[in-house]
């Protein structure tokens, strides 16, 4: 019987041939994320319901990334972390990258990818909802709730339900204004944030596999944002290239079937798409930038697991480079290693660095910081009537701090382009 | 499980999502610790827009000042409740609350998942829009075996969906409970 790629993955870790889209199966869990928001909650439901002095199923297969409360005197947030460190050191897990230390990295879903665990053709369940990021490579890769992951510490297992898949074609070139944000923004203003409920969302044609990994992580990880349950894009030399520079693992790679049945089929042409925004207070507001043009901003925001990667900087560079900021703008790298790269990544004789620092940006420490409001001292987080445009993933009310700010998500080159003129820029309008 | 839920009703529109439902800043408190626990009902619901909190009027606070416990048992929506983050803290909020039930035209995957997993709250689908008939106040009754809801302020009633694959997770009050049930937990099973 003829499989989509999801299937065909669910298949090989239900320990079948064939599994059909809605059939509710047990799987074997390849690798358990989670964070400082909700390792400690999983980890108490585990204790309460394996018993204090249980083991977990495989410390190799847990990765502990803590990233959402960090740089904060927050007690309880601090707490937090010290509970991870309590049940890693317990639980003897190699994979738990603490706060303050060397090993710390930042942004779970980027960080994932740069140490390699993201690994084609096998299931990656984790504590948060943009777990759907790894799906770009080639693997099914989905968020859950603390007991599901309590679940999985103490078996290795969960149930799922088999997702339909909706297949995103997009043919044609990326023009130098277009990016992956831009692409996703558009299926969500097409399908709206329950357009993909309990499904898989398929992304394949030429422009696609013509964009770097990082790129492809932008359109997965927003899968969630149309209410998918992963988004996945087929291993090519491009994803080869990346995972081999980052493991030795061997892995198995799945192609959907010509004849596999999708719950629907989308076309799109890349070379006639323009710049978008998602207009507060939803990700499926879709309207072009040069529709809302000239509405007056207060901030910039460029950061998170969905625009704080190196191609988002480095596209922000291209626009920033030899020019300053009309508002407040802050640069929050997704990692550590982001953040390194920042001052090694040239471009026209600088590092981006210092083209971000001259433009009169704010460079911010490695974590989620606004993306999600967290507590009062978080950087970058809204105040009052903020109108910040923001290259992050959500823009409910509320989600950046003040209920009362209004966010506009965009690409990084239309968050540059909006930070120079203070107002909601094309970014056509500087390149 | 209880057969019959009822208490009032708490209406709101579509697309509540998880920051509405527990705003993240509250994310930092211990879900263990019960004085802690308490908050998580004081701040449930404290996200959602004052124009749409308790419809159809709206500026109905979910949770009075100063209480940590809703007068409020039956949350009816309309489309897509509970989407966003994957925070598990959502459905415990409510429950802590006091919240048995929500019944909403659809759900966010992660949010249903969470409240039957975690045995939270029961999440009703229905075809029909509520949110746009039940008043917030309300008087409801929820018949789990008929799949039926009954408005006693208005004297109507209406079809639930049946909750089909996840009855049994459900039934047993969440994942664990229905793994231990059916001998799920054995590890070294495959
Ligand atoms: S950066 Fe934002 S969306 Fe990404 S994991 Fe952190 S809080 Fe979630």
């Given at each position: 019987m003829?499989?989509?790629?999801?299937?065909?993955?669910?298949?090989?870790?239900?320990?079948?041939?064939?599994?059909?889209?809605?059939?509710n199966v047990w799987l074997n869990v390849d690798i358990?994320?989670?964070?400082?928001?909700?390792?400690?909650?999983?980890?108490?439901?585990?204790?309460?319901?394996?018993?204090?002095?249980?083991?977990?199923?495989?410390?190799?297969?847990?990765?502990?990334?803590?990233?959402?409360?960090?740089?904060?005197?927050?007690?309880h947030a601090r707490r937090n972390i010290d509970l991870l460190r309590k049940f890693a050191a317990e639980q003897h897990l190699p994979h738990y990258y603490d706060v303050g230390s060397e090993r710390y990295k930042g942004v779970c879903h980027v960080a994932l990818a740069e140490e390699g665990f993201n690994i084609p053709g096998t299931v990656l369940f984790g504590t948060d909802s943009h777990t759907c990021t790894s799906g770009a490579f080639g693997m099914f890769g989905s968020g859950i709730g603390n007991t599901d992951a309590a679940f999985i510490l103490?078996?290795?297992?969960?149930?799922?339900?088999?997702?339909?898949?909706?297949?995103?074609?997009?043919?044609?070139?990326m023009p130098a204004y277009l990016t992956a944000k831009d692409l996703i923004l558009q299926i969500l203003g097409d399908i709206g944030t329950d357009g993909?409920?309990?499904?898989?969302?398929?992304?394949?044609?030429?422009?696609?596999?013509?964009?770097?990994?990082?790129?492809?992580?932008?359109?997965?990880?927003?899968?969630?944002?149309?209410?998918?349950?992963n988004g996945i894009i087929a291993v090519d030399e491009v994803t080869e290239a990346f995972v081999k520079a980052r493991t030795t693992k061997s892995y198995e790679i799945f192609h959907s079937d010509p004849d596999a049945k999708y719950h629907s089929l989308y076309r799109y042409d890349a070379s006639k798409l323009e710049p978008v925004v998602a207009k507060p207070h939803s990700p499926d507001n879709r309207a072009t930038v040069r529709s809302v043009a000239g509405t007056p901003i207060t901030k910039s925001y460029i950061g998170s697991c969905t625009g704080g990667k190196l191609t988002d900087f480095k596209m922000a560079a291209r626009i920033l480079n030899g020019r300053k900021v009309a508002v407040t703008t802050n640069i929050v790298p997704a990692t550590v290693q982001v953040a390194r790269d920042l001052e090694q990544e040239m471009h026209d004789g600088k590092t981006l660095k210092q083209i971000f620092m001259e433009a009169g940006c704010n460079i911010a420490l490695p974590s989620c910081a606004a993306c999600l409001g967290g507590p009062a001292d978080t950087v970058g987080r809204s105040v009052d009537h903020d109108v910040v445009?923001?290259?992050?993933?959500?823009?409910?009310?509320?989600?950046?701090?003040?209920?009362?700010?209004?966010?506009?998500?965009?690409?990084?080159l239309t968050a540059a382009a909006s930070a120079i003129t203070g107002k909601l820029t094309d970014p056509r309008d500087f390149i | 499980m209880e057969s019959i839920i009822q208490g009032k009703a708490f209406v709101l529109g579509k697309n509540i999502d998880t920051d509405q439902i527990i705003p993240a800043e509250h994310l930092v408190y211990s879900l263990s610790d019960p004085e802690e626990v308490k908050l998580y009902g004081k701040y449930a619901l404290s996200g959602v827009p004052p124009a749409q909190s308790g419809l159809p009027e709206g500026n109905i606070p979910f949770v009075r000042e100063g209480s940590f416990k809703s007068d409020y048992t039956i949350i009816i929506a309309a489309e897509n409740f509970g989407c966003g983050s994957s925070r598990e803290h959502a459905p415990f909020s409510l429950q802590v609350a006091g919240v048995k039930a929500i019944i909403a035209e659809s759900y966010a995957r992660i949010f249903y998942r969470n409240c039957v997993d975690g045995g939270f709250v029961i999440p009703y689908e229905t075809a029909e829009h509520l949110a746009e008939v039940v008043k917030t106040g309300d008087e409801l009754k929820i018949d789990i075996k008929a799949n039926t809801l009954e408005n006693l302020t208005a004297g109507k009633t209406y079809t639930l969906?049946?909750?089909?694959?996840?009855?049994?997770?459900?039934?047993?009050?969440?994942?664990f409970a229905y793994a231990r049930q059916e001998n799920l937990m054995n590890r070294t099973d495959s």
């Open positions: 003829a499989q989509t790629i999801t299937q065909k993955i669910l298949s090989r870790a239900a320990n079948r041939k064939f599994v059909d889209a809605g059939e358990l994320l989670t964070h400082d928001v909700c390792g400690p909650p999983t980890f108490d439901i585990f204790n309460q319901e394996f018993g204090l002095g249980a083991k977990v199923w495989d410390p190799e297969k847990i990765v502990v990334l803590p990233d959402h409360y960090i740089f904060t005197a927050n007690e103490g078996t290795g297992k969960l149930w799922e339900k088999v997702p339909e898949s909706m297949k995103f074609t997009f043919d044609g070139q993909a409920t309990y499904r898989a969302l398929e992304f394949d044609g030429d422009a696609i596999h013509s964009l770097p990994m990082e790129e492809r992580m932008t359109l997965t990880n927003m899968a969630i944002e149309a209410g998918g349950m445009v923001s290259t992050t993933n959500r823009n409910f009310p509320g989600r950046m701090g003040s209920k009362n700010a209004e966010v506009y998500l965009a690409s990084p | 969906n049946p909750l089909g694959d996840v009855f049994s997770i459900v039934e047993a009050g969440g994942i």
